[in-house]
């Protein structure tokens, strides 16, 4: 219930970590949330409580906190745990592309449909292009085989050609046919 | 198509700004609460368990703990407006209302009344206020995972430590003396219990007719006696303290120097006790072996009627009304000095949200000193945040409420 004299000791370096280092947290956490504030303060907020739990055993803590970030997003995903509606700024059926659309506009319709995606596609989205990972490396951080990582990914992208028909366009087609999936309701 | 997914990602990262309020002090706050259940360590240790389907990825380890309603609301400042009493959680910064209660005179033996209150508890399973009418005295700890209870005979030999997120009593701390006041320190680790030889919420029938509406029916408390005869120090974790005896003086005219109910609290560092005296030097000062001390320099000018008291980094203490016939405003002192610092808006400054920001109750421009709200101040802006509804009704009638504050 209380904080033992160890835990107050670490409570400095806690506190100067989370000074330092929560805004780029918190920026890849709304990633993780597909652009919804709240709950990427919610999901930093308990990774970050998960990891001051064990403050003294860890080595690299922002490493840390990350792969606890995006375990939990996952983990949230699949139990479906505290369903949340996820907030777009932009619905993606009110901004259709027309012909020599700017690149922004284009950008707001790819953010939307980023926000569409299911919690998994977005996290492995997010590890591969924002977080520049390989492969390998992503397979380890979500403890998945590397050609999960890659099959997820090329859906993720199939998927936002799907959201964003205009994206098409710029980008070559896909393998596979994609078959259109109600919206889901994010974590 | 990767490069345009990688630039989009870039640019959501870059409009996101800082988390907002005391991030840190939240997980800490929150992280106190949880310690009493296991947590099985975060999955970093576990890389050898390769799933084969991201479908099938296990739920993190190391969250047996669950959720507290006040932590999904993570926004800088939770306001209901229109909610008066609350009925959803109000917070603002790092503080929020984890409790108030409604008071109302009820009948007792020996045509006396007793001040009862109604508690309306932050349920951590709803995020809702609950009500319960088992408790006469409630204060929350820091993180507002645990409340520390007395049952409604009072005084009472046991002290309730209430789990907010199940509504059960997680454990009694027995006590030899009668307890009558409960609270908990600022760090939550230690409760100071008020020790009374009678109830001293109990109003008598007076002689005379207070409110001058012709019947001798008003009740008052007995401003010349005080029930108070010392204060408990207790550990929460293992129920074990000190009880000190604490006779109640009197000043040069024989006049008792403390209210019926007057009970003792934690100076800011959580390292001595003090009350509040209704006579200079304003507060008394005791080490927890019950020893008279000298005020801490910090606090040798708080006025113990203002609740909000220090600010978090302790270079600021809340002052009392400085505000004219038709308007409400309070003053920022400098603890050391007593000076005022700063003139801010609110009526009565209730506790502190960040360094720079207050809870406060305050009244609508030109509307009675009753008809208040919660609002958020801010030092140097005149901006006042509603916080929730307005209260209704004169005081003492049950449209009124009176709040605890907490660290969230």
């Known amino acids: 219930m209380t904080m033992s004299a160890r835990d107050a000791g670490y409570e400095d370096s806690f506190r100067l970590f989370v000074e330092s280092r929560s ?57 479906k745990w505290r369903r949340r509606e996820v907030s777009v700024s932009v619905p993606p059926e009110a901004k259709a592309a027309e012909d020599g659309a700017a690149a922004a506009d284009l950008r707001v319709v790819l953010r939307a449909a980023l926000g569409r995606l299911t919690a998994r596609q977005r996290t492995v989205l997010v590890l591969r292009y924002f977080e520049d990972l390989p492969e390998a490396e992503v397979a380890s951080l979500l403890g998945c085989s590397v050609g999960t990582v890659r099959s ?36 | 198509m990767d490069d345009m997914v990688r630039s989009a990602l870039r640019d959501m990262a870059e409009e996101t700004g800082p988390p907002t309020g ?41 969250d047996d703990t669950p959720q507290l309603a006040s932590q999904t609301r993570t926004d800088d400042v939770v306001a209901h407006p229109k909610q008066s009493p609350p009925r959803e959680l109000i917070a603002a910064g790092r503080t929020a209302l ?44 820091p993180g507002m995972r645990t409340a ?5 005979q009072l005084p009472t030999r046991r002290i309730g430590l209430l789990d907010l997120l199940t509504g059960e009593i997680e454990r009694w701390i027995p006590v030899e003396q009668g307890v009558a006041g409960v609270e908990f320190s600022p760090d939550g680790r230690k409760v100071v219990a008020t020790t009374y030889s009678e109830n001293p919420d109990r109003l008598f029938k007076l002689d005379y007719d207070l409110n001058a509406d012709g019947k001798l029916n008003d009740y008052d408390w007995d401003k010349n006696t005080s029930y ?16 000190s005896e604490v006779p109640v003086r009197h000043d040069e005219h024989g006049m008792v120097e403390v209210n019926l109910r007057q009970d003792f609290a934690f100076t800011d560092s959580g390292k001595l006790v003090y009350s509040g005296l209704m006579v200079e030097p304003g507060n ?11 005020a801490p320099a910090n606090e040798k000018h708080l006025d113990w009627s203002v609740e909000a008291r220090l600010s978090p980094n302790g270079k600021l203490a809340a002052g009392g009304f400085a505000g004219g016939a038709r308007t409400t405003a309070s003053e920022i002192i400098d603890p050391y000095t007593g000076k005022r610092l700063h003139k801010t808006r609110g009526q009565q400054l209730l506790a502190w949200a960040d360094d720079n920001r207050l809870i406060a109750w305050d009244i609508a421009p030109d509307t ?5 709200q919660l609002v958020m101040v801010t030092i140097g802006s005149d901006k006042v945040v509603p916080l929730s509804g307005f209260l209704k009704g004169t005081d003492g009638s049950s449209g009124r409420w009176s709040p605890v504050f907490t660290t969230r």
């Open chain 2, 368 to 372: 009675g000193e009753f008809r208040q």
């Open chain 2, 148 to 152: 520390v209870v007395l049952e409604q």
């Open chain 2, 22 to 62: 005391d991030l840190a002090g939240r997980v800490v706050a929150a992280r106190r609460r949880r310690r009493t259940r296991t947590v099985v360590g975060a999955a970093l240790a576990t890389t050898a368990a390769v799933i084969a389907s991201v479908l099938a990825v296990p739920a993190l380890g190391g």
């Open chain 1, 23 to 79: 805004a780029a947290l918190l920026r890849t956490a709304v990633l993780l949330s597909g652009g919804d504030r709240h709950a990427a303060e919610d999901l930093l907020q308990n990774a970050l409580v998960k990891a001051l739990g064990r403050w003294h055993r860890i080595d690299e803590p922002e490493a840390y906190v990350r792969q606890v970030l995006y375990r939990q997003q996952i983990g949230r995903w699949r139990l």
């Open chain 1, 152 to 187: 997820t990914t090329h859906r993720s992208l199939a998927r936002l050609r799907t959201l964003a028909p205009e994206l098409a366009a710029l980008a070559p087609e896909v393998d596979e046919p994609v078959h259109p999936r109600p919206v889901e309701v994010g974590p």
């Open chain 2, 284 to 294: 008394r000062y005791y080490d927890f072996a019950g020893k008279e001390t000298s």
């Open chain 2, 228 to 243: 108070r005869t010392g204060f408990y120090v207790l550990d929460v974790d293992s129920g074990e303290g000190s009880w």
């Open chain 2, 98 to 141: 984890a409790a108030y209660a409604i008071t109302e005179n009820v009948k007792a033996p020996q045509d006396s009344r007793i001040r009862r209150k109604t508690w309306y508890l932050l349920d951590q399973e709803s995020g809702k206020y609950v009500k319960t009418d088992k408790w006469s005295v409630v204060d929350v700890a």
